[in-house]
């Protein structure tokens, strides 16, 4: 049994996961408001084990250098998205007079890594465009899919690294692998089951 709480964080309004299964709770993209989202995990049965950044922008990593330090967490993030963690001028924050830096990683993930929290598997589906590193993590009932793929849009590819093709051979792999059924939990905005978004979203209507 797993239970996923959102928690929107940060003045970019980020969505935060909190996936709690068994024992282990992961923290899937803490942007900010490290205290909420403590407070709110600490209401759960459970540890927190797993820090999971879909991408190094700083909305979406500005919390783990404390969840960390409180928590012992471990840190995943994709290769490509490694240094984004630990240099400000690389995860944006610079550009608007912040310094967002995370500790380094301590797993590297690639495309097809399967990361076990507690009783369930999310498997890593590596889909770059909005930086180059970006993931989403697939499971059985639901899919966390950062920036890449939103309710009714998709992740902005004019920051550098990003890619507009890159995104697009992204949404196309992603659309193959979602089952109608499936919830998406996006990085930033509603959630909603892939159904209804690949009816409502645009980006997804174009790739027919």
């Known amino acids: 049994m797993s ?13 935060c996961y909190i ?11 803490p942007g900010f408001e490290a205290l909420k989202i403590l407070t709110t995990a600490q209401k759960l049965a459970g540890k927190i084990t797993h820090i999971i950044n ?28 490694a240094e984004l963690l ?7 924050s610079l550009l608007i007079g912040d310094f967002v830096s995370s500790p380094p990683a301590d797993v590297l993930l690639d495309d097809g890594d399967t990361i076990k ?5 999310l498997k890593v589906l590596h889909t770059p465009g909005h930086t180059p590193g970006s993931i989403c993590l697939i499971g059985d ?9 939103f309710y009714d849009s998709i992740g902005r590819t004019d920051f550098p690294g990003s890619s507009e093709e890159l995104m697009f051979k992204s949404l196309k792999k992603l659309s ?3 089952t109608d059924e ?11 089951i892939f159904r209804d978004i690949k009816l409502q979203n645009p980006f997804l209507r174009c790739l027919d």
């Not at 996936?19 to 992961?26: Q, R």
């Not at 630990?86 to 944006?92: A, D, E, G, I, Y």
């Not at 929290?117 to 598997?121: D, P, V």
Request: charged fraction near 20%.
């Open 3 to 15: 239970e996923v709480i959102r928690v929107v964080v940060g003045e970019m309004m980020t969505n």
């Open 54 to 81: 879909t991408h190094g922008h700083m909305d979406h990593i500005g919390a783990n250098r404390q969840l960390k330090a409180e928590s012992g967490a471990m840190v995943y993030i994709h290769k490509d998205d």
């Open 86 to 92: 630990t240099h400000p001028s690389k995860n944006l």
């Open 176 to 178: 193959t692998v979602l």
């Open 117 to 121: 929290i507690g009783n369930l598997e």
């Open 19 to 29: 996936l709690a299964s068994g024992p282990e709770i992961a923290i899937i993209d």
């Open 141 to 149: 009932k639901f899919c966390f899919t950062g920036d890449t793929l």
């Open 182 to 192: 499936l919830i998406v939990y996006p990085g930033h905005g509603e959630w909603g």
